[in-house]
């Protein structure tokens, strides 16, 4: 059984571009959390997310920033007109839709803003 | 949300045991403790979590106090792969909003010397 896949690992972006960021969830989980971590700080909260919908999106900033998980496909989490503070890696973790005991945790994305 | 603290860093000799503190004076009754490990580069791991009995699995240990308001994760034996960066996080447990939405702090940061 897969872990949750994040892809791609790395993504290097100039200012003003848009990132795209993938996550697929283990097989059989059917709720995603993405979660940002800045340089030297810890993970922070941004969005959950089960099958088309969002559940809670208090973490995330409020513009430039989406988060989808369609029927089918990965959950993206997308940033428009990137700027430097953006740089961080980006986390996606699952858990399954019975009780959340814990979440499974991808390897994430690097994501560097020129 | 429930805060916890931890020392920002430990060390340890490798094949010796670790015992790592968290404080959290205004836990709720409801709050389950959670710990989750980093290891450089990568996304979180789940460790082990319980609400007040102590708990035991393959990883570590889990010893709560009579009062919940600390507890202690124990690595029976630390090896070389078990350099982390170590989070305590308070958390409601099951479906629901609150579920994964994990807060994160500072954790603390295991060195573990040969």
């Known amino acids: 059984n897969a872990g949750v896949m994040q892809n791609p690992r790395h993504l290097v972006r100039r200012r003003g571009q ?3 960021l993938r996550c ?21 909260f941004m ?8 559940i809670d999106e208090s973490g995330m900033p409020k513009e430039r920033f ?28 699952s858990s399954p839709p019975t009780v959340m005991e814990k979440l499974f945790f991808g390897s994430g994305t690097q994501l560097s803003v020129l | 949300d429930a805060k916890t603290t ?7 000799n490798e094949e010796e045991p670790v015992h790592l503190p968290c404080n959290h004076s205004t836990i709720s009754g409801t709050d389950y ?12 791991e789940y460790v082990i979590h319980g609400l007040t009995s102590n708990v035991n699995n393959r990883m570590a240990s889990l010893a709560i106090a009579e009062d919940r308001k600390s507890s202690t994760l124990i690595l029976h034996r630390a090896t070389l792969r078990d350099a982390a960066v ?12 609150q ?11 295991l060195s573990v010397k040969p």
């Open chain 1, 24 to 44: 697929s969830p283990m097989k059989g989980h059917s709720h995603v959390y993405w979660y940002r971590q800045l340089p030297e700080e810890g993970l922070k």
């Open chain 1, 18 to 20: 848009e990132a795209r």
């Open chain 2, 33 to 44: 403790i959670h710990w989750y490990r980093q290891l450089p580069s990568q996304g979180p």
């Open chain 1, 47 to 54: 969005v959950y997310l089960q099958k088309e919908n969002i």
């Open chain 2, 6 to 12: 931890q020392p920002n860093s430990m060390e340890s």
């Open chain 1, 66 to 93: 989406s988060a989808e998980f369609p029927k089918e496909g990965p959950s993206i989490l997308r940033i428009q007109q990137v700027v430097r503070g953006d740089s961080a890696a980006y986390f996606c973790a």
């Open chain 2, 99 to 109: 579920g994964g939405k994990l807060i994160f702090g500072q954790g603390t940061e």
């Open chain 2, 86 to 97: 170590y989070y305590c996080i308070l958390s409601l447990l099951g479906f629901g909003v």
